[in-house]
């Protein structure tokens, strides 16, 4: 059976976890915290961090298991069996609206004239392939290219710092703590949809007592980095466009790539942010595309190349359905908020608690 190792964890989790969250998460917090907005981002993110110790912990009980398999045995095979399905459901449903983004994202931005069908298609294939090449590769793929998402970021923000307009951050906690509660709500579906993937992954993992604690140290690492990452992407986009433009623009980070001049002579260096910016898009879709086939092969003992070929077309249907960035956005915001975050919060819990109590009756 393939397996990855702790650093390959580490790496690939911080890559699934940050995806593409650093496009919208402006517009969503500044829209719920209004200037004081990046204030929840690193908090909503930490609220991930005790659920992932908590899925972490089942693997010193039950290792080399999914958390659908820990749901049959601690659960009961037909309730462990409708989780699946809905494990399936939703992480299929969201892997589709997420390539129907890339298509949006390159369509608008680069490529306008280009037909929609060929971004999928071009996305796609590169996700059928890490899909097909197994776990490895995909984690040695998020080696790769994680590092250079995260550089073209900061290089990103540190261009735009001359655009900076002084005062739009004050005065601090204008609105109260309620409208930041509110925002760092809006962030927890993203650490929730990391949740799923690491619901996953877990059979691939080492079991070690050593290799536990890494990966336990991994896993507050990545939370840690990824929103101090999207924070700094909350307060660049604030601080030059302002509260108000921050919230109109969905997709803030391309407008501030557009804006990018090197010493007045070299500008639109948007296509090669987002050249690398594909790198993101594609490791958050093999994430839902690996953890359907996880879903499959453990609810309903389904696996191999055409079963491959039978979700590519389901994303693809979902994808085309959505082609308009407005629906697109709203349709992705209600999956998180009303699918993937009670289904994932709740699970992870009720699992980890029925643990407990198991271990307590056996001592």
């Known amino acids: 059976m393939e397996r990855i190792s702790t650093h390959q964890f580490m790496t690939l989790g911080a890559a699934v976890l940050l995806g593409t969250t650093f496009l919208p998460v402006a517009a969503i917090v500044t829209g719920v915290g209004g200037r004081n907005g990046w204030m929840s981002v690193l908090p909503g993110f930490a609220v991930g961090i005790p659920y992932g110790l908590m899925v972490l912990s089942l693997i010193e009980k039950y290792p080399h298991k999914n958390l659908l398999q820990i749901s049959e045995t601690l659960l009961g095979k037909w309730i462990g069996r409708i989780i699946g399905v809905l494990y399936i459901l939703n992480m299929g449903y969201l892997g589709g609206l997420l390539l129907g983004q890339a298509g949006d994202i390159y369509q608008i931005s680069i490529m306008p004239l280009t037909p929609i069908s060929v971004f999928y298609l071009g996305g796609l294939a590169i996700v059928f392939f890490l899909v097909k090449s197994g776990i490895e590769v995909f984690a ?29 951050l004050l005065p601090i906690f204008s609105g109260g703590i309620k409208p930041l509660i509110l925002g760092g709500i809006k962030v927890v579906p993203f650490a929730m949809t990391y949740m799923l993937f690491l619901a996953g992954i877990l059979a691939y993992l080492p079991t070690g007592k050593e290799e536990l604690g890494q990966l336990k140290r991994g896993i507050w690492r990545g939370f840690i980095l990824v929103g101090t990452i999207d924070t700094l992407v909350v307060i660049m986009q604030i601080l030059v466009f302002g509260p108000t433009e921050t919230v109109r623009l969905v997709y803030g980070l391309l407008v501030l790539g557009k804006m990018v001049e090197i010493s007045r002579t070299v500008a639109g260096v948007e296509s090669l942010f987002l050249g690398v910016w594909l790198g993101a898009l594609v490791i958050k879709v093999s994430a839902s595309f690996f953890a359907v086939m996880w879903g499959l092969e453990t609810v309903f003992k389904l696996k191999g190349l055409k079963w491959n070929f039978a ?23 209600l999956v998180d908020t009303y699918l993937t975050l009670p289904f994932a919060s709740i699970w992870i819990l009720t699992l980890w608690g029925v643990s407990c109590s198991k271990k307590g009756t056996a001592v």
């Open 311 to 333: 979700v590519g077309i389901v994303f693809l249907g979902i994808a085309f359905k959505f082609t308009e960035g407005a629906n697109l956005i709203r349709e992705i915001g």
């Open 140 to 168: 040695r793929f998020s080696e790769f290219v994680f590092p250079l998402i995260v550089i073209a970021l900061v290089v990103n923000l540190t261009l735009s710092i001359p655009r900076i307009e002084q005062g739009e």
